[in-house]
């Protein structure tokens, strides 16, 4: 006989299955859909599109000079020559993700730009497949493109990136308070986030990642979210596999997992606690994920025919394969921790002086610190991200998942800040001798 406990649990596991195979649906079935747009219907915002990347080139930056603060036209173009492509067979289309190439493109420094226009022209000469992952944004690029050009989505991208960016940087504020939102804000500028949403590639990865850190500072407290916040991490995880484009997955991840431990940290949890719930979170975010593209992989090979195993990472990952590339790998770590510091040093200067008039203000804290031992394994992720992708950690890109690290490390130095000293001086009010600088 079924105890209450068995019920529950295994109307858990029906729920749970019964979201996944709903998502995995939504997913077939919206691809499809978009897929049965006719390439008549974008190819004139296509050709628009063609001069705006002509004019920028094709790592435009336009902000600060800075090799983290740059706009990635090379991917952008691939992203439109696969939303321009339209097939009589919709959903063979959507499994192999076709793109048109012209001969003799991959000669040139901008390859993905000259198949661009040979697809928009009619004068491909061939097709390669990008189909070893979901490409969930032609669910929205391809519709916008029967109606808009490059240079007019990315100012709808973002406008809507700035203001869920402010939205969530106030429910931070609320829920937490300046102890958390201090840290986030520095994170994310110093990632520049609040630029380069104006990508279309980077926008789609920032975007799940602030809607992840909306979730946790929405629902954290809520008795079936904290009880199941592993399955919840798991819907990020399959929402980045299909949504997502592989170029800075790790925040959205990294980030929700920051905020949702801070949380628990507020409330008591000892540093097994802590531990536990950072494996289990990271857990289902990575299982999901995982499974996502592989059911996708595996769904594509029966259905094109083609099972290359390579295709699946793209030959990006594993473990550099000799002691010198290792040794190079460590540099560029060192150089992906480095840039963004001394690209934003006025911001730097600034946090530091925050940071100093807090601490002496307002005492050292004594603090526990093996509960601070899960944030520092935090910051590490991006370390960790940069050996393990072999292939894609160089580019520039990925240091944009060093606000992963930024936002853990103050977060760490926070916690040693007399925040009843520093709440009791704002409560007196004035800036007198009672007050905060009193």
């Excluded at 802590?274 to 059911?295: D, R």
Aim: net charge positive; charged share 15%; aromatic share 14%.
């Amino acid at each position: 006989m079924d105890t209450t406990k068995d019920k529950g649990m295994k109307n858990i596991v029906k729920k749970v299955l019964l979201t996944a195979a709903g998502l995995f649906a939504f997913y077939l079935l919206s691809l499809t859909l978009v897929y049965c747009i006719p390439k008549s219907a974008m190819v004139e915002n296509v050709a628009e599109s063609i001069g705006v990347i002509a004019q920028d080139g094709k790592y435009p930056n336009w902000f600060f000079g800075s090799p983290v603060c740059f706009f990635d036209n090379y991917s952008d173009s691939r992203m439109l020559n696969m939303a321009l492509q339209t097939s009589e067979h919709p959903f063979h289309a959507a499994m192999s993700a076709d793109y048109e190439v012209v001969e003799g493109s991959g000669d040139t420094e901008f390859a993905q730009y000259y198949d661009l226009v040979a697809a928009a022209e009619g004068k491909a000469t061939g097709s390669e497949s990008y189909g070893r992952m979901w490409h969930g944004y032609l669910v929205w690029l391809k519709p916008l493109l029967t109606f808009l050009n490059l240079h007019e989505i990315r100012q709808i991208i973002y406008m809507v990136s700035f203001f869920l960016y402010l939205l969530t940087i106030l429910a931070m504020n609320k829920k937490m308070g300046f102890r958390a939102a201090f840290p986030f804000i520095c994170g994310t500028l110093m990632s520049y986030t609040t630029i380069i949403t104006i990508n279309m590639m980077f926008s789609v990865d920032v975007n799940l990642m602030l809607l992840g850190v909306m979730m946790v500072l929405l629902f954290s407290g809520n008795r079936t979210y904290d009880r199941y916040e592993p399955l919840f991490f798991g819907l990020i995880g399959t929402s980045m596999a299909f949504w997502g484009t592989f170029e800075a997955p790790l925040i959205t991840l990294g980030m929700p997992l920051l905020i949702s431990m801070q949380m628990r940290q507020r409330q008591g949890k000892n540093a097994k606690q802590l531990w536990g719930h950072l494996i289990g979170n990271g857990a289902g975010y990575g299982i999901a994920y995982a499974v996502t593209l592989v059911l996708k992989w595996v769904l594509a090979a029966l259905v094109t025919g083609s099972s290359d195993g390579s295709a699946v990472s793209g030959g990006w990952i594993g473990l550099p394969p000799s002691f010198r590339e290792y040794s190079g790998r460590l540099v560029s770590i060192l150089q992906g921790y480095l840039t963004p510091l001394r690209s934003m040093g006025i911001l730097i200067g600034l946090i530091a002086v925050v940071l100093a008039v807090l601490i002496i203000r307002f005492r050292v804290k004594k603090v526990a610190v093996g509960r601070l031992l899960p944030f520092a394994f935090i910051c590490c992720f991006p370390a960790f991200w940069t050996l393990v992708l072999f292939g894609h950690s160089g580019h520039g890109f990925t240091r944009f998942i060093m606000m992963i690290s930024v936002d853990a490390f103050l977060w760490i130095v926070m916690n040693f800040i007399d925040w009843e000293s520093f709440r009791d001086k704002l409560k007196k009010g004035c800036f007198g001798k009672t007050g905060l600088l009193g």
